[in-house]
């Protein structure tokens, strides 16, 4: 048997492959907690599902009107390689010039490889940027309302997300751990752009070691360890900022904020005091108060608060805050509370968001740009917000705002999509499917037949990282792995690199796209200028003829202990943050002037347009969809190992014993789960450590409507999501605001 190194975004696993078939998957010694996800590599590469040769669509290769209708219920009939680059590059070329490069849509989400060559996005923005440009995405599904509302309060999302305190400065400084949303250990498995080494919730278990105490507010007690012993706090869903706001409270009533910190490093806090106080609405935002939105005891909220002051407390919200309705809110409400506190930027003190998000936050690696493929520049200048694609899709010429400017939605003829998922990652798919019947042609490069590719109309076979050689390095990981090419490319895949330099080729602009090199010659290249910034660093790195041989490289350490805004909180002239005043903006002038209701300029209380106390009667139960523990997102989910962990083969409903019973249901039985928007079949777990009005179905199921009765046969709880943005600010997702009603499914 022979074995071969394959970096992936849920880890690094030695693979082994014998009679060109993949037989093994081993963690490498590097990774002291491997992730088992890696099993999805035994049959999910090479299974029946895969394409094996170009597909067009048959009723948009029979009829004038290129059959529309049928797009994602139609069959698809092969042909040959040339044929298929022809009739691609053509409908490329007629678009653009009929209707402008802005008809084109750019898709494409950037999970689909680890490896920084054959990375699809860059490598399909690389070839659309160079015939015109399109119209792109921005920000990401994860953290939308993160990135647009942090740079206006503390600074901008990726220099954060990178220069955040390490948990090495929490273990032996912290006292208290407050997490809201959790720390949930599924999500630390993976990371964008590979993670050699599983550490996070190594070192929270040495900070609990060391005598951190942890707080878990969410409403699913296993959203953390429960190695790490913590107090669980359940609010209602959607509720954190209000029960934020009732610890705020006491802390402004009880002398227990400090005022000083407040006067030097942030501005707008007499705001926010009045907001508090209710001076500015009439409505004090007591604990009683907060305790009647949230369903947290006002006693355990005065407790908490009290318990905050009088320790060196570290604050962290998850992302799957800012995934709601006013997702904008919890994150600026939790840089307020850590600013009363006043421990930001000392160690073990502060704030910080995504915690267990991914596998890199909160680590201590040197951060280094490793050199990616060009992309060039998109002429057009046109992007929406990523979780708006819907909207664009139904509404050409309408008008979006975002951010303070306003967006005009072009008309999509054409949509070409490499890497991601869309019928996974986006909300309410019923009204997808009628968006993404609009435009002409849809083309697709994928692997297997998955539902983007189902809903396609010219279709590649793309290969799989295994199938090709590749560099794996990231930004927040300190290892670069040489990605061996295992098996021969499958059927008749071809890498996307390739799809578009055969594109490129019939569109006349193949040498721009390649430059005439091979894919080794780009990776020796990128490899090259990645040595060449590194000597303007002060280090060096292996040849890539070195580099290649070894199969793995570390960058050199760093001192462990990073502590953001250490430097900020010792001079905040000297060190100013990157927003208007140079300091935290708990009230912003600039948000404040884009007059939106939905996102005011302080932190703010927002009832959800979605909630338990308004709409129970028809839907009470509040459905949260986290990333799933056996898959990353959708990738592999026609796999054993994610096919194992379901029921029946529906993805699986998590409820409490009490909302079981009260719908006669038990462990294993078949559920409709159901809302106005939609509704999915799911089997049923059962677990008393969570809300009884919560029910929590994980995302990445193969999106599989019945033609008939468009119930979604697999499992998807996006069919259910309301596809609404987190405010005319960010535009996010919104998932996890969501009312369903649960009954039991009779397939007879």
Same mark, same amino acid.
């Given at each position: 048997?022979?074995?071969?190194?394959? !970096?992936?975004?849920?880890?690094?696993?030695?693979?082994?492959?014998?009679?060109?078939?993949?037989?093994? =998957?081993?963690? @490498?010694?590097? *990774?002291?907690?491997?992730? *088992?996800?890696?099993?999805?590599?035994?049959?999910?590469?090479?299974?029946?599902?895969r394409i094996k040769r170009p597909a067009i669509r048959k009723g948009w290769l029979e009829q004038k009107d290129r059959g529309r209708q049928l797009r994602g219920q139609d069959e698809f009939c092969d042909v040959p390689w040339d044929e298929a680059l022809e009739l691609?590059?053509?409908?490329? $070329?007629?678009?653009?010039?009929?209707?402008?490069?802005?008809? @084109?849509?750019?898709?494409? /989400?950037?999970?689909?490889?680890?490896?920084?060559?054959?990375?699809?996005?860059?490598?399909?923005?690389?070839?659309?940027?160079? &015939?015109?440009?399109?119209?792109?995405?921005?920000?990401? /599904?994860?953290? %939308? %309302?993160?990135?647009?509302?942090?740079?206006?309060?503390?600074?901008?999302?990726?220099?954060?997300?990178?220069?955040?305190?390490?948990?090495?400065?929490? @273990?032996?400084?912290?006292?208290?751990?407050?997490?809201?949303?959790?720390?949930?250990?599924?999500?630390?498995?993976?990371? /964008? #752009?590979?993670?050699?080494?599983?550490r996070t919730h190594l070192d929270l278990q040495r900070a609990r070691e060391s005598g951190v105490e942890f707080v878990n507010i969410?409403?699913?007690?296993?959203?953390?360890?429960?190695?790490?012993?913590?107090?669980?706090?359940?609010? $209602?869903?959607?509720?954190?900022?209000?029960? &934020?706001?009732?610890?705020?409270? =006491?802390?402004?009533?009880?002398?227990?904020?400090? $005022?000083?910190?407040?006067?030097s490093h942030s501005v707008g806090y007499d705001r926010v005091r009045d907001y508090l106080l209710g001076i500015s609405d009439g409505e004090p935002k007591t604990p009683s108060w907060a305790s009647a939105k949230c369903d947290v005891e006002a006693e355990a909220i005065v407790a908490l608060a009290r318990d905050m002051a009088a320790k060196r407390t570290f604050l962290t919200a998850a992302w799957s805050l800012q995934r709601g309705d006013h997702g904008e809110q919890p994150y600026w409400m939790l840089a307020t509370l850590a600013a009363m506190l006043g421990q930001i930027g000392l160690p073990g003190g502060g704030f910080g968001f995504g915690y267990s998000a991914e596998g890199f936050v909160g680590s201590d690696y040197k951060r280094f740009n490793w050199a990616t493929l060009p992309k060039g520049r998109n002429p057009t200048g046109v992007a929406i917000p990523v979780a708006?694609?819907?909207?664009m899709l139904l509404n050409p010429g309408a008008d979006v705002q975002y951010d303070g400017r306003s967006i005009t939605y072009p008309d999509i003829k054409l949509i070409y999509w490499a890497g991601g998922n869309p019928f996974h990652h986006h909300q309410d798919l019923n009204r997808?499917?009628?968006?993404?019947?609009?435009?002409?042609?849809? @083309?697709?490069?994928?692997?297997? +037949?998955?539902?983007?590719?189902?809903?396609? *109309?010219?279709?590649?076979?793309?290969?799989?990282?295994?199938?090709?050689?590749?560099?794996?390095?990231?930004?927040?990981?300190?290892?670069?792995?040489?990605?061996e090419q295992a098996i021969p490319p499958q059927h008749e895949a071809r890498s996307d690199h390739q799809i578009f330099s055969g594109l490129a080729a019939k569109l006349g602009f193949e040498?721009?796209?390649?430059?005439? $090199?091979?894919?080794?010659? +780009?990776?020796?290249? &990128?490899?090259?200028?990645?040595? *060449?910034? !590194?000597?303007?660093?002060?280090?060096?790195?292996?040849?890539?003829?070195?580099?290649?041989?070894?199969?793995?490289?570390?960058?050199?350490?760093?001192?462990?202990?990073?502590?953001?805004?250490? #430097?900020?909180?010792?001079?905040?002239?000297?060190?100013?943050?990157?927003?208007?005043?140079g300091k935290l903006e708990?009230?912003?002038?600039?948000?404040?002037?884009?007059? /939106?209701?939905?996102c005011p300029g302080q932190a703010t209380w927002i009832q959800p347009q979605e909630w338990q106390e308004v709409d129970d009667a028809l839907y009470p139960l509040h459905l949260l969809s986290p990333q799933p523990g056996r898959r990353l997102h959708s990738q592999y989910d026609q796999s054993r190992y994610s096919q194992a962990g379901k029921v029946a083969g529906k993805e699986v409903l998590t409820m409490h014993p009490e909302a079981a019973k009260q719908r006669g249901l038990k462990a294993g039985d078949l559920v409709r789960v159901f809302n106005e928007r939609g509704a999915c079949l799911a089997g049923v777990s059962i677990n008393a450590n969570m809300r009884s009005d919560t029910v929590v179905l994980p995302v990445g199921s193969w999106f599989k409507p019945c033609a008939k009765t468009g119930l979604e046969l697999n499992g998807n709880p996006n069919v259910l999501t309301r596809d609404k943005g987190t405010s005319q600010l960010a535009q996010g997702s919104t998932a996890h605001t969501c009312l369903v009603q649960v009954e039991r499914y009779d397939e007879s």
């Open positions: 048997m022979k074995r071969f190194r394959n !970096a992936t975004q849920w880890g690094v696993y030695d693979v082994g492959v014998e009679a060109g078939r993949i037989k093994t =998957v081993d963690g @490498i010694p590097e *990774d002291p907690e491997v992730s *088992d996800v890696g099993q999805v590599l035994i049959d999910g590469v090479q299974h029946r599902t691609a590059s053509n409908e490329l $070329k007629r678009v653009a010039q009929e209707h402008g490069n802005t008809s @084109i849509f750019g898709g494409s /989400y950037g999970w689909a490889s680890a490896g920084r060559f054959h990375h699809a996005q860059s490598q399909l923005h690389r070839f659309i940027n160079l &015939m015109g440009g399109c119209t792109r995405a921005m920000n990401s /599904y994860s953290t %939308a %309302a993160a990135q647009v509302i942090l740079p206006h309060v503390i600074a901008p999302w990726h220099e954060m997300e990178l220069q955040q305190t390490t948990l090495e400065n929490v @273990i032996g400084n912290t006292q208290l751990f407050v997490a809201f949303g959790g720390l949930p250990r599924r999500n630390a498995q993976v990371a /964008y #752009g590979g993670i050699t080494e599983h969410s409403p699913v007690a296993g959203d953390v360890d429960a190695a790490l012993n913590a107090q669980w706090l359940a609010p $209602k869903p959607s509720t954190d900022v209000a029960l &934020m706001l009732g610890l705020a409270f =006491v802390l402004e009533t009880e002398g227990l904020a400090d $005022k000083d910190f407040l006067g708006r694609v819907t909207d997808l499917v009628d968006g993404w019947r609009r435009p002409d042609t849809v @083309i697709v490069n994928e692997p297997w +037949w998955t539902p983007v590719a189902q809903w396609g *109309d010219i279709v590649f076979p793309a290969t799989t990282s295994l199938e090709r050689i590749d560099i794996c390095a990231s930004s927040h990981d300190p290892y670069a792995h040489f990605m040498a721009a796209f390649t430059e005439n $090199k091979s894919e080794r010659q +780009w990776i020796e290249d &990128m490899w090259q200028r990645s040595a *060449d910034l !590194a000597s303007t660093q002060g280090f060096s790195i292996p040849t890539f003829a070195e580099w290649e041989k070894a199969g793995i490289y570390r960058l050199p350490d760093e001192p462990r202990t990073r502590d953001w805004m250490t #430097g900020f909180r010792l001079d905040p002239t000297a060190a100013p943050l990157a927003t208007p005043s708990l009230f912003s002038e600039t948000i404040a002037g884009f007059g /939106y209701s939905d």
